[in-house]
């Protein structure tokens, strides 16, 4: 290992360079010594760098086996092959709930097993998937409708969540709260995504969001905090070894935060509103796990 450390940034083939989110992360690594480039997860030179991010590796859910096989033989990996294991499967959030982390209500749907469905609007959401593909928002009493996405999720091989639709997201949206090595770093609003009757079937690798900046309230962030903090204790770490984090949030019908996500393996990170000082965090974070 020299000086000038190796860092790449994870994509994967349909993006092999990102989305453009990370172009300032780029800059910011080179300014930080680093010599940064991007790979496609599954290339061997992934295992000869000093360090790999995972940044857009949004085809794992079709290869998740594969993905993690190769997560764990990458000597130096952020977050690392544990983390990408555990968040990979959403079935996480009930293990956040066991740990006292306020949740949107969620329910495991398993194949054979009967499901109760939701009085209300609900969403249903594959147990392991990126981009919300897969994810469909049903109104109230559309059970057949329901129970066939179910099935066909199902015969897909993966489980589902049950969730009643948050209706604060439509006004509101939800706040990302963004950590970079255990430390807050900014927020911004993701607006509504799901409309009842038009779903993600998978034909693009992510669904296109409305982003906005924001000052998250004092109570979104503490519960962010938390959030993170639990996580880290869950996985056995200090928080500070997740280089980054990103928590969303949303209210419930009483005003109180909830998670919808916690997304610690491949999630964009919206350097366009936490801007270079944010990059300039992550690099620096990056370059010294590299060297150390």
Not at 134 to 156: S, W
Not at 273 to 287: E, H, L, N, S, V
Request: proline share 6%; charged share 25%.
């Amino acid at each position: 290992m020299t000086d000038s450390p190796t860092v790449l940034l994870a994509g994967c083939a349909a993006l092999p360079r990102g989305d453009g989110d990370e172009e300032v992360l780029l800059a910011a690594l080179a300014d930080a010594g680093c010599i940064a480039d991007w790979v496609v997860w599954g290339e061997p030179r992934s295992l000869q760098a000093d360090l790999v991010i995972l940044r857009a590796t949004w085809d794992y859910d079709s290869r998740r086996d594969e993905f993690l096989q190769w997560c764990e033989a990458v000597p130096r990996l952020r977050n690392d092959a544990a983390v990408a294991r555990w968040n990979t499967d959403k079935t996480y959030l009930l293990d956040l709930q066991e740990r006292g982390v306020s949740i949107v209500p969620t329910v495991l749907a398993e194949p054979g097993q009967p499901v109760e469905w939701p009085d209300t609007e609900f969403v249903i959401k594959p147990t392991i998937g990126a981009g919300s593909r897969g994810a469909q928002r049903f109104p109230a009493g559309t059970r057949r409708h329901a129970e066939e996405h179910l099935a066909t999720l199902h015969g897909k091989g993966t489980s589902a969540l049950v969730q009643p639709y948050q209706s604060t997201v439509d006004r509101h949206g939800e706040t990302a709260v963004v950590f970079i090595a255990g430390e807050l770093s900014h927020t911004y609003v993701k607006g509504p995504l799901l409309v009842p009757g038009a779903w993600l079937d998978g034909s693009g690798l992510f669904a296109t969001e409305t982003l906005m900046p924001v000052e998250a309230t004092p109570d979104v962030v503490r519960f962010a905090d938390r959030t993170v903090d639990v996580a880290a204790d869950l996985l056995g770490m200090d928080r500070g070894e997740l280089l980054y984090a990103r928590v969303d949030v949303v209210r419930s019908d009483e005003g109180e935060p909830l998670l919808l996500e916690l997304e610690l393996t491949e999630p964009s990170l919206g350097f366009a509103f936490g801007g270079r000082p944010a990059a300039d965090r992550m690099a620096k974070a990056a370059r010294d796990i590299a060297l150390s």
